[in-house]
């Protein structure tokens, strides 16, 4: 059953993009407005297929420009952040070469940017800093790679010197901070019941697992529940420097990681951050 669960689900995902694939890029070609929104609406229908369950808490930030700063578990981060708010997401520049998922991270108008090369670093944030201006939504992983999904890296700062730009408000002729809000992704659930430490490694894809083999055993094991968590967003006038911010970042998705893997929600008085209601939601729904 096993076996056929996951080429059921590999033959739909890999059908279902095809499809969509040429549609996007006559979207992006020719600056149609569904462009942006046709891959939010397709990765709930992938996390429905696969069978993820989305547990949303607290709120993604809606009153401007705001890049998102996420810690990065698996692959499956993807669809799970992209089918709760329309965005697109900063990748290190090797993907952009993989067979079939680069073509994919392309069409998501992803941001491609040379890690290692520091000497880019400048680039890579004017290039950040120009998609948010110019109205997007982007995600950094700044990990900078992906974790066993039992802890957060240690996020590193780089990229945050982006958050020292600010956004012009041509509406109310200013100049905004531009806000940053901290997401934590954890693996919780698997088949309704928690799920451990021996079940998470099949979900989480790091160090040098390969890909399609990986996809192969997360299509098998499934379903699975996931907890996505929003943060309070700050901007970098709050928190001093571009370090600061990383820690304050990599401090909340430590917390919602923890939290989320043992299944207690703490009071809002924490950290001073605001919470909302639980909002349990099947992507699709």
Aim: charged fraction near 25%; charge should be positive.
């Amino acid at each position: 059953m096993a076996t056929a669960r996951a080429a059921t689900l590999l033959a739909g995902f890999i059908l279902s993009a095809l499809l969509l694939m040429p549609v996007q890029w006559l979207g992006l070609k020719f600056g149609f407005s569904y462009a942006r929104l046709l891959p939010n609406r397709y990765h709930r229908f992938l996390c429905l297929l696969i069978g993820i369950k989305v547990v949303k808490r607290g709120k993604p930030y809606e009153k401007g420009a705001c890049l998102v700063a996420a810690n990065h578990t698996s692959w499956l981060d993807i669809p799970i952040v992209a089918s709760l708010t329309p965005c697109s997401f900063v990748a290190k520049s090797e993907v952009a070469g993989w067979p079939f998922f680069g073509t994919l991270a392309k069409l998501q108008r992803t941001v491609f940017v040379e890690r290692e090369r520091r000497t880019r670093t400048a680039h890579s944030r004017n290039e950040i800093h120009a998609r948010i201006a110019a109205g997007d939504r982007l995600v950094l992983f700044p990990e900078g790679t992906s974790s066993d999904g039992n802890r957060v890296l240690s996020f590193k700062s780089a990229l945050m010197s982006v958050a020292q730009l600010t956004i012009v408000n041509g509406e109310e002729d200013r100049e905004d901070d531009l806000v940053v809000q901290p997401v934590s992704v954890a693996y919780t659930g698997l088949y309704g019941m928690p799920m451990g430490r021996y079940h998470r490694p099949f979900f989480a894809w790091y160090g040098d697992m390969e890909l399609f083999p990986h996809l192969w055993e997360a299509f098998k094991t499934g379903p699975i529940e996931v907890t996505v968590e929003y943060h309070r967003p700050v901007t970098i006038r709050e928190i001093g420097n571009r370090k600061a911010l990383a820690a304050y970042c990599e401090a909340c998705c430590r917390r919602g990681v923890a939290e989320a893997l043992i299944g207690r929600w703490e009071e809002p008085e924490r950290a001073g951050e605001p919470r909302a209601r639980a909002e349990p939601r099947v992507a699709g729904a």
